[in-house]
């Protein structure tokens, strides 16, 4: 019933641009917060960037300044705008929304993931 597509992902040089889009689609009623995870190899999942239903925005200190997260609520998105990009930023990124969906549940839904690989 909620699906979340991400796109925008590929690769680029050290110094470059990306930006990712996630849209959700389904029986959602309402969004809360939606963010940007990531996933490099052999690493843990971390938090990059998180925005909320008024427009507050939270950051991981590594992407700070260089990255931006928006939202457009009229066409349930998520975007992150990344600059100035560095081989450590390197990895699959997740769309997650803090939702609730057409029964009145709340629920976190997740994108498959996208690659992105900034090349030295």
């Known amino acids: 019933q909620v699906q979340l597509v991400e796109s925008g992902g590929g690769l680029v040089q050290a110094g470059g641009s990306l930006r990712l889009s996630c849209a959700a689609s389904?029986?959602?009623?309402?969004?809360?917060?939606m963010g940007w995870y990531r996933q490099a190899p052999g690493k843990q999942r971390e938090l990059v960037a998180v925005?909320?239903?008024?427009?507050?925005?939270n950051y991981a200190d590594s992407v700070k300044g260089r990255f931006t997260i928006f939202r457009d609520n009229a066409k349930n998105t998520v975007s992150l705008q990344m600059n100035s990009l560095k081989p450590e930023d390197t990895a699959v990124y997740y769309c997650?929304?803090?939702?609730?969906?057409?029964?009145?549940?709340?629920?976190?839904?997740w994108g498959k993931g996208i690659l992105v690989t900034v090349s030295s």
């Open positions: 925005i909320n239903s008024g427009g507050r925005t």
């Open positions: 997650n929304l803090d939702l609730i969906w057409s029964a009145n549940r709340r629920m976190d839904a």
């Open positions: 389904g029986s959602i009623f309402s969004i809360n917060a």
